[in-house]
């Protein structure tokens, strides 16, 4: 096979680069600041503490430098994140990977000094080329294939780092690991998986079921689950357990001959694996492809995982056990992906189950001549999007992100929404379901989620655990918070602020917990870090139509309504509930969904009734289910049936709900084939 160089631009910088990475490792064993893990993380927060002027090691137990951002991920989430207040080294970052396109006449569909929600894409090798000479240019010593080994402390102190290749030692360390493998082997206090609800009263913890159940058997002949069903039963929704959200690899693709390597033939391919897939491919009225593309410059292609779907690029359960393995075991779960990814392409591309016109669209895509030439074209970084959680100074949970957003000792402002993928798929004799996504929660009418501090206390551990260790990547928080500080935007402004730190720690020879705050605060300003919460616009207020207090029983108005996926406003349908009504744009593909939470005053039968706009456009078949006291109730409403004269409700059916029990109501646009109308709904209780 023949293959094209790679020929980036014949600069100083990349010059400086290289010479550094390849100079002998006795050369550096002692530095100020240690940062363990070249993620878009420790890259950046390498480089913020050598421009404090800290001499810095950075230590990357694999050969990639990067993480996802050099490894495929090409189509950055700031697309989703209040721009304003990410700067500092992701904007600067972002700022080089456009100039690397100027200097060679590239246009770019987007411009990093306009604040928009253009996507800021970009091509791997050109990320790796930027991150290199970002480096190179702070004098940052990058030392690749260093794995861990040991860690040496004495008393709450960190002294000595080992690896296979020799030890190295630092005043102040930084774990920017997407795993927390310092910290842990560091004896820090740290988690893994999904907290129950009560632990931190979170509603979105637990068990998550926003998609639609899948009317296919989940069971082969003998009964046993089907293989990618991870699961038969389903569980208390309220509790906990050891899953993270799936992993994936974010692929670059391309359509063009001249560039396109076939992909490769998985060495052991089943089409027994994908049964359940063939499954739904049978009983689907709209296929569509499974994979997300999303357009790069030089005619490429970022795909991902799709979070609104049932079965995408992610092999959902067999993440679980990476952060805790070796260095072997980790490489078997790479294996693992890599094979159900050349396993599910072939499938996808061949199989008779897959409509004719999907697998033409797929197969016309391979991977790219000019990209991961030393991989055979494949991206070596897996996409861990969670891994250990530290237990530090200050644990965020969603209260931290939605409600009491302002922090006294802030180092990022994040907004990224709260996102979580999959961590189950349960099958039963009935049905298939994905369990643990939570859609993007955003605020209401806009596109971006919750702008919110991210306090320093969340990057120290406790004192007793340990005192000059810092923890940006897998930093204190619970999964629900987790779900929205995952994204690489947000862990590069926390790398910085990191990096920042440990270098006044080092300089002031202080505990990482006793870092006065005023200091920090002036240093993090100074590398144009965004600290004070945007003040947003006010949305006008909108005339109500129906006022919802003066209707009988108990009224749920779409504003009361916990929001995932995309849903715009409007009021021009009268009457309505409140000021207006959202809608799902008639999407059906299943990620917008809305939940209401409510108690009602006395235990019995209660009829559902719920609000709508009819009109032939209307979805007629929207998923309505009801849960409280371990029963859940499930209806499908048709919005294009016209109301009962002069009302403005609909009855769905009666339902059974207990007094002093929490009840659940969802509503999504899951296999929907109309605009789904959310005005509100109306529970009235009736006679037995």
Not at 152 to 164: H, N, P, Q, S, Y
Not at 451 to 467: E, G, M, N, V
């Amino acid at each position: 096979m023949s293959k094209r160089p790679n020929k980036p631009p014949d600069s100083r910088m990349t010059r400086v680069a290289l010479f550094l990475l390849a100079l002998p490792i006795q050369a550096a064993e002692e530095a100020d600041v240690l940062v363990y893990g070249a993620t878009p993380g420790g890259f950046c927060a390498a480089v913020a503490a050598a421009r404090e002027g800290a001499s810095v090691l950075l230590l990357e137990p694999t050969g990639h430098i990067g993480g996802v951002n050099t490894g495929g991920l090409c189509f950055s989430d700031s697309n989703q994140t209040v721009r304003s207040t990410m700067l500092g080294l992701f904007e600067e970052w972002h700022r080089r990977v456009e100039a690397d396109y100027q200097r060679r006449g590239v246009e770019l569909p987007y411009r990093v000094d306009v604040k928009d929600h253009s996507a800021w894409t970009y091509e791997p090798h050109v990320a790796a080329r930027v991150t290199r000479e970002l480096l190179a240019e702070a004098g940052v010593r990058v030392l690749p294939r260093h794995a861990l080994t040991r860690v040496v402390k004495d008393g709450t102190r960190i002294t000595r780092l080992e690896t296979a290749a020799g030890g190295f030692s630092a005043r102040v360390y930084v774990d920017a690991t997407y795993e927390g493998d310092l910290m842990a082997a560091a004896g820090v206090d740290w988690t893994i998986g999904r907290e129950g609800r009560e632990a931190h009263g979170e509603s979105y913890a637990g068990r998550q079921y926003p998609k639609q159940k899948l009317s296919i058997r989940g069971l082969d002949d003998a009964g046993g689950p089907l293989p990618l069903v991870t699961a038969t039963e389903a569980g208390d929704e309220a509790e906990g357990d050891g899953n993270v959200m799936v992993y994936s690899f974010r692929l670059c693709l391309t359509r063009d001959p001249a560039n396109r390597v076939p992909f490769p033939v998985p060495d052991h391919y089943d089409p027994a694996r994908f049964e359940v897939v063939r499954r739904y491919f049978a009983q689907e009225k709209r296929p569509h492809l499974l994979w997300d593309l999303y357009p790069l410059p030089g005619g490429k292609f970022d795909a991902n995982n799709g979070i609104g779907k049932q079965f995408s690029m992610g092999l959902v359960g067999a993440c679980n056990g990476w952060s805790e393995a070796d260095a072997a075991g980790r490489a078997a779960i790479w294996e693992a992906h890599r094979q159900y990814t050349l396993e599910f392409y072939h499938f996808l591309t061949t199989d008779s189950a897959v409509p004719e016109k999907l697998r033409q669209e797929l197969a016309s895509l391979g991977l790219c001549r000019d990209e991961f030439a030393e991989h055979d074209h494949w991206s070596p970084q897996l996409y861990v999007r969670e891994g250990r959680r530290m237990r530090g100074a200050h644990v965020m949970t969603q209260r931290d992100i939605l409600e009491t957003p302002e922090k006294p000792d802030p180092v990022v402002v994040a907004s990224f929404p709260i996102d979580s993928h999959d961590c189950r798929r349960i099958g039963t004799a009935e049905s298939v379901i994905n369990e643990g996504t939570i859609f993007p929660v955003r605020m209401p009418g806009r596109r971006h989620g919750y702008p919110h501090h991210i306090p320093y206390r969340s990057l120290t551990p406790k004192p007793a655990d340990c005192t000059n260790l810092l923890v940006p990547v897998a930093l204190s928080c619970t999964h629900v918070a987790l779900s929205s500080i995952r994204v690489e935007p947000t862990w590069m402004a926390l790398g910085q602020s990191a990096g920042i730190a440990a270098a006044l720690c080092a300089r002031l020879d202080v505990p990482v917990q006793n870092l006065p705050y005023p200091d920090l605060r002036s240093r993090l300003l100074a590398g144009n870090q965004v600290l004070d919460l945007p003040v947003l616009p006010e949305l006008p207020p909108k005339p109500v139509s129906i006022d919802p207090a003066s209707l009988p029983g108990l009224v749920l108005d779409d504003r009361q309504a916990e929001l995932q996926g995309d849903w715009s406003r409007s009021s021009n349908f009268k009457p309505h509930l409140g000021s207006g009504y959202l809608h799902d744009d008639r999407r059906g593909d299943g990620r917008s969904s809305a939940q209401f939470r409510f108690q009602v005053p006395k235990t019995g039968h209660y009829e559902l009734r719920m609000a709508y706009s009819a009109h032939e456009t209307r979805a007629k078949t929207v998923p309505v289910s009801v849960t409280n006291g371990g029963r859940r109730s499930e209806f499908l409403a048709d919005q294009s049936l016209p109301l009962p004269s002069g009302s403005l409700f609909r009855t769905l059916g009666r339902v059974v709900l207990e007094a002093g029990a929490e009840a659940t109501l969802t509503v999504s646009n899951t296999g929907t084939d109309g605009f789904v109308i959310l005005d509100g709904f109306q529970l009235v209780a009736v006679p037995e």
